[in-house]
């Protein structure tokens, strides 16, 4: 595994269960502030077996909206339930998509734990 994954992994594992945080994010937080997209492949590509395991349905659009998976696909409704079986609340937004209110579940740390400046005030 490269650095990069590994620094996206240990990001994710910091998330408190029953929060969520960005894409974008995760990136910042691990020193590329331009790679959400990367960190979004990262997840994607997540073996099942990691351990300690990564809870990647904690992270999802900055939109607050679970990402499609594409049509034919389960990934987002897994994502739903894993969130909603954390207490996270999965609206359904006007057009169908899958939405979580960042006010109320983000987590937006400014460094990550063990890292100076770490000050985590849930604001988006």
Same mark, same amino acid.
């Given at each position: 595994?490269?650095?990069?994954?590994? %620094?996206?992994? %240990?990001?994710?594992?910091?998330?408190?269960? =029953?929060?969520?945080?960005?894409? $974008?994010?995760?990136?910042?937080?691990? =020193?590329? *502030?331009?790679?959400?997209?990367?960190?979004?492949?990262?997840?994607?590509?997540?073996?099942? %077996?990691?351990?300690?395991?990564? *809870?990647?349905?904690?992270?999802?659009?900055?939109?607050?909206?679970?990402?499609?998976? $594409?049509?034919?696909?389960?990934?987002?409704?897994?994502?739903?339930?894993?969130?909603?079986?954390? $207490?996270?609340?999965?609206?359904?937004?006007?057009?169908?998509?899958?939405?979580?209110?960042?006010?109320?579940? $983000?987590?937006?740390? %400014?460094?990550?734990?063990?890292?100076?400046?770490?000050?985590?005030? =849930?604001?988006?």
């Amino acid at each position: 595994m490269d650095e990069f994954h590994a %620094n996206v992994y %240990n990001a994710v594992r910091q998330i408190p269960a =029953g929060k969520v945080t960005t894409y $974008g994010h995760i990136a910042k937080l691990v =020193g590329k *502030p331009t790679y959400s997209r990367h960190v979004g492949q990262a997840l994607k590509w997540l073996s099942p %077996n990691v351990d300690p395991p990564v *809870p990647w349905q904690r992270v999802i659009a900055s939109s607050g909206t679970i990402s499609s998976r $594409g049509p034919g696909t389960d990934g987002a409704q897994r994502q739903r339930d894993a969130l909603e079986a954390e $207490g996270v609340e999965v609206a359904d937004g006007r057009t169908g998509e899958m939405r979580v209110d960042l006010r109320t579940y $983000g987590w937006f740390p %400014n460094a990550l734990e063990g890292r100076e400046g770490n000050e985590d005030d =849930g604001d988006v």
